[in-house]
């Protein structure tokens, strides 16, 4: 059964249609990729999926159950730059933010929630720098704390939005196998970037999104150029496609 | 005057308003010192600004129909950050210039108002610029009590401040209720600024919210560090300002500031990690910036 399942989504932004009737399923212990140009409504999709944003038709469930913010099991990964890297506070102390809406007002963290928190430190293996300040580290590693934090709800869905910008190729390597085997441990995982060739390689199943889904599948069964020529809206002769019969 | 004459000065019942003064002067920075490290660091020094600005035709309406200060500056001064946070709802401006909007016109308003009341030159000074007479006991209690009602607040809704600081989007994700968090910070900048207006001045409180917390900033990396550092040195401040100002005859508040910017750049000299001194000892131009 799949554990993430959006229905005939359709979003406006702004008084115009940024996502066009999304049919998209993901089943537990599977990595998806979205990929899509710039503006492709990649991120709109994830932040409608968190419920950030309003439908206009449509609906998003997770284990069959309409999402609400801080109801769903839903672990969000954003985009590094929309952190406040500066704030004086330790490694551990952020992924337990993670849990301030499963805590609600005036509670502190118990035990169990320094335990989630511990477990989603070990799983990224930052466990080791849990006391040192976010500041201090490096685009990977926050990037993992990122992650943890998401971990720390124990969530059965992730979502990662571009978790590779800006970041070398061992990193880069690192956080892949990361994600794949967060997913085979029975998340759902979603995941948008820009990297195609990554994505081609370790994703189970492609989604190819500009403004309406283009098409889902295996990266065997995406072979066609034609699919990638309409989603990113490239010429024949384009450097993307050879990257297809490269993978 | 020696530290023993300013002890005699304290204790001497014909100088009373003396040591209401410097109680009310430490009081207000020490809550200044916490809410202002969530100013600090959700870079909303300008909101800060804003608020103490806003806080003035309140003040003036108190004034002219001889009601309470204290009831009049916080109804004008949550009033203005309610509207600047209903306003920049609207994406199609910044928030900083919906604040610069608002608390331009608050103090305008204040002026016409302070204007309808005879020999008004001298309490706008007094406004303005702050004085340590003319305050009445029950004063005491009511910045004594605001102060511990701001604390109390402040240190029941603390992670959920530090989650909508740390990231907006993912705070609402979690279902936080960020607007009206928003608004409660807005309502604690606002009170800590009234409370500290008295002693201080109009135009001067906004070193008492922000000074002391990028003080404590450059001297820690530790959130709780930074909060417990900000209102010691805030209230360290208002002690040595006062003296230094009794002892010299300097209006209180601009000598509270002085203290409070010279602490200030000692830190920045000095801090033994973020220090300018300690980067030059350290044998480098600049101690390299992690990678984003």
């Known amino acids: 059964m799949s554990v993430l399942e959006v229905q005939n989504l359709t979003v406006e932004l702004g008084g115009r249609t940024a996502l066009a009737d999304i049919q998209l399923s993901i089943d537990s212990g599977e990595l998806v990729g979205l990929v899509g140009p710039n503006g492709a409504g990649k991120t709109t999709l994830l932040r409608s999926i968190m419920g950030l944003l309003p439908a206009r038709t449509g609906r998003v469930l997770v284990d069959g159950r309409p999402t609400r913010p801080g109801r769903a099991q839903l672990g969000y990964v954003p985009q590094r730059t929309e952190f406040a890297w500066d704030f004086p506070i330790s490694v551990e102390n952020v992924v337990m933010t993670g849990r301030t809406g499963l805590l609600g007002l005036g509670r502190r963290p118990a035990e169990k929630d320094w335990s989630a928190v511990g477990d989603a430190l070990d799983r990224v293996r930052m466990d080791q720098l849990r006391h040192r300040p976010i500041g201090e580290l490096s685009g990977g590693q926050r990037q993992r704390v990122l992650v943890a934090r998401a971990l720390a709800l124990e969530p059965a869905v992730l979502l990662l939005d571009e978790p590779f910008t800006g970041l070398d190729m061992p990193t880069q390597e690192l956080l892949g196998d990361l994600f794949v085997s967060l997913a085979r441990e029975g998340r759902a995982v979603l995941m948008t970037t820009h990297d195609l060739a990554a994505a081609l390689y370790s994703c189970d199943r492609l989604a190819l999104l500009n403004r309406s889904i283009v098409a889902v599948g295996t990266p065997g069964q995406l072979r066609d150029p034609v699919l990638w020529m309409d989603t990113f809206g490239v010429s024949a002769t384009s450097p993307l496609l050879r990257i297809l019969t490269a993978v | ?292």
Request: charged content about 10%; overall charge neutral.
């Open chain 2, 1 to 292: 005057m020696s530290l023993t004459d300013f002890l005699t000065d304290l204790f001497n019942p014909d100088l009373a308003f003396l040591p209401k003064a410097l109680l009310i002067a430490v009081m207000s920075s020490i809550v200044c010192g916490v809410i202002g490290s969530y100013v600090v660091l959700r870079g909303m020094a300008f909101i800060g600004d804003a608020v103490a600005h806003a806080v003035f035709p309140g003040l003036a309406v108190a004034f002219v129909v001889s009601g309470n200060l204290i009831v009049g500056g916080t109804i004008a001064g949550v009033l203005t950050a309610v509207l600047v946070a209903v306003f920049s709802q609207n994406r199609r401006l910044k928030e900083d210039s919906i604040i610069g909007v608002f608390f331009v016109a608050a103090f305008a308003l204040g002026i016409v108002i302070i204007s309808q009341a005879p020999g008004y030159a001298g309490s706008l000074q007094q406004f303005l610029f702050g004085s340590i007479t003319g305050i009445p006991d029950e004063d005491l209690y009511v910045v004594g009590g605001t102060g511990i009602l701001i604390l109390g607040t402040a240190f029941a809704l603390h992670k959920e401040f530090v989650a909508i600081t740390l990231d907006r989007e993912m705070a609402r994700a979690m279902g936080l209720r960020v607007f009206w968090l928003d608004i409660v910070l807005y309502v604690l900048v606002t009170l800590a600024v009234v409370i500290s207006v008295q002693t201080i001045g109009n135009i001067l409180v906004l070193a008492l919210l922000i000074t002391p917390a990028a003080t404590a900033r450059l001297l820690t990396d530790r959130l709780g560090a930074m909060m417990a550092t900000a209102p010691a040195i805030g209230g360290a401040s208002a002690l040595i300002g006062l003296y230094i100002s009794w002892s010299w005859d300097l209006p209180v508040g601009g000598t509270i500031v002085l203290v409070l910017t010279a602490i200030f750049l000692l830190a920045w000299t000095l801090a033994p990690r973020h220090g300018v001194l300690g980067r030059i000892l350290r044998r480098g131009p600049r101690t390299p910036e992690p990678a984003q």
